[in-house]
């Protein structure tokens, strides 16, 4: 069964920075495009990033664009989201999701942004 | 490119059928999928390619459109359908998620 694990996630005061992780197993991670969505908490989802499975093409969305950076290392099956100059809308829940369309989704880990 | 559902919140009961909508602001062809969640748990994918089954899924669930205008039809409501779906375009170099259905029990 394909597992997706996120974690990193936690509190942080506006400004601060984070870094999100999600481990992948029981399928050839490097042959997928990956990506990040977010949810605010009683919210609905929203797209945050994608990279291909080589790392060579990556897309943002403009809410989080020059902030965040998505990155892979598929020697170890993993994801990752560094997220900068967070701010208090940056609150939510992250998941991480495999592929194009979504077929696999972690639990997901949640951050938040507050003083 | 936008997403806008309707409608937002839907009130039905066991056994109707329900459909909901996605119109999207600009044409995608059927770069389209739709995703149900439940509370505390992570989304679900249900269809892909805006009317293609993912494995697993129940066929009282179908999708159908093309272009700007599309829909997620369930044929005949179970008690285990009553959730949240979102729409999501696959196309170009974003993949926004629609605003969300709430399904809910009559």
């Known amino acids: 069964e394909v597992q997706l694990a996120e974690s990193g996630g936690g509190l942080v005061p506006p400004g601060g920075s984070l870094r999100l992780s999600c481990v992948a197993s029981e399928f050839t991670f490097s042959n997928y495009n990956m990506n990040w969505v977010r949810q605010a908490p009683g919210k609905g989802l929203e797209w945050v990033s994608s990279i291909g499975s080589s790392g060579s093409i990556i897309y943002y969305a403009d809410s989080v664009r020059g902030r965040f950076t998505i990155s892979r290392d598929n020697t170890k099956n993993s994801l990752f989201l560094q997220m900068n100059s967070l701010r208090v809308e940056d609150t939510a829940v992250y998941f991480c999701?495999?592929?194009?369309?979504?077929?696999?989704w972690g639990q997901g880990t949640l951050v938040t942004v507050s003083s | 490119i936008q997403l806008t559902q309707s409608p937002s919140l839907l009130s039905a009961s066991v056994g109707d059928r329900v459909t909901i909508a996605c119109r999207v602001s600009q044409g995608i062809s059927s770069f389209l999928a739709w995703y149900q969640q439940k509370p505390g748990k992570a989304p679900k994918l249900l269809i892909y390619a805006a009317s293609t089954l993912q494995s697993g899924v129940p066929s009282r669930f179908s999708g159908s459109g093309s272009g700007t205008e599309f829909t997620l039809t369930i044929s005949s409501l179970q008690p285990e359908d009553f959730a949240t779906y979102y729409c999501q375009h696959l196309n170009s170099y974003s993949y926004s998620f629609g605003q969300g259905t709430k399904l809910e029990i009559k």
């Open positions: 999701a495999r592929s194009k369309p979504f077929d696999y």
